[in-house]
């Protein structure tokens, strides 16, 4: 996975000075969803924990032509469950839509999820579009390729 600070993940322009979740919150996100974290995502989280990526545009594998997906924020995760920021939120709202082997971590501008489809090994990043009727787009076979093909949309400079 390349360098995490080449997103500069921000918030208001400024870096994330939020603290990494600690080894009891995790522990107890866990419990709740059932399954553990994945490493990438781990390391992601511990990196920024929250916020808004300046690299923030792919192309999926699939339907590449329809043009490219961007990232407007990745959840947080602290004790706060109530955050609509947050990822207990995200995991409470889009569990029963997408399913319990499914993590919600990013949010693009118009409210569609990114998802890590924890049914696979290693999970794959799909996205929800929940104005077309919750259709799921595959957009990368792993965490580490979604983050790795990141980059700035120049159509949006």
Same mark, same amino acid.
């Given at each position: 996975m390349r360098n995490l600070d080449e997103l500069n993940i921000n918030e208001g322009g400024k870096p994330v000075r939020r603290?990494?979740?600690?080894?009891?919150?995790?522990?107890?996100?866990?419990?709740?969803?059932?399954?553990?974290?994945?490493?990438?995502?781990?390391?992601?989280?511990?990196?920024?924990? &929250?916020?808004?990526?300046?690299?923030?545009?792919?192309?999926?594998?699939?339907?590449?032509?329809? &043009?490219? $997906?961007?990232?407007? #924020?990745?959840?947080? #995760?602290?004790?706060?469950?109530?955050?609509?920021?947050?990822? $207990?939120?995200?995991?409470?709202? $889009?569990?029963p839509i997408l399913g319990k082997l499914s993590l919600p971590f990013a949010t693009d501008a118009g409210g569609n999820q990114f998802y890590l489809d924890l049914s696979n090994d290693p999970p794959d990043v799909k996205v929800c579009v929940h104005d077309e009727n919750f259709r799921t787009v595959d957009i990368a076979p792993s965490l580490e390729v979604f983050i790795d093909g990141l980059e700035i949309d120049s159509d949006m400079i």
């Amino acid at each position: 996975m390349r360098n995490l600070d080449e997103l500069n993940i921000n918030e208001g322009g400024k870096p994330v000075r939020r603290a990494a979740p600690s080894g009891d919150i995790i522990s107890e996100f866990e419990r709740y969803c059932g399954f553990s974290l994945p490493e990438d995502y781990l390391r992601l989280l511990n990196h920024a924990n &929250g916020g808004h990526p300046e690299l923030d545009s792919i192309l999926p594998l699939q339907e590449a032509n329809a &043009g490219r $997906w961007a990232v407007n #924020l990745f959840y947080r #995760l602290d004790g706060d469950k109530s955050s609509d920021v947050g990822l $207990w939120k995200a995991v409470e709202t $889009w569990r029963p839509i997408l399913g319990k082997l499914s993590l919600p971590f990013a949010t693009d501008a118009g409210g569609n999820q990114f998802y890590l489809d924890l049914s696979n090994d290693p999970p794959d990043v799909k996205v929800c579009v929940h104005d077309e009727n919750f259709r799921t787009v595959d957009i990368a076979p792993s965490l580490e390729v979604f983050i790795d093909g990141l980059e700035i949309d120049s159509d949006m400079i």
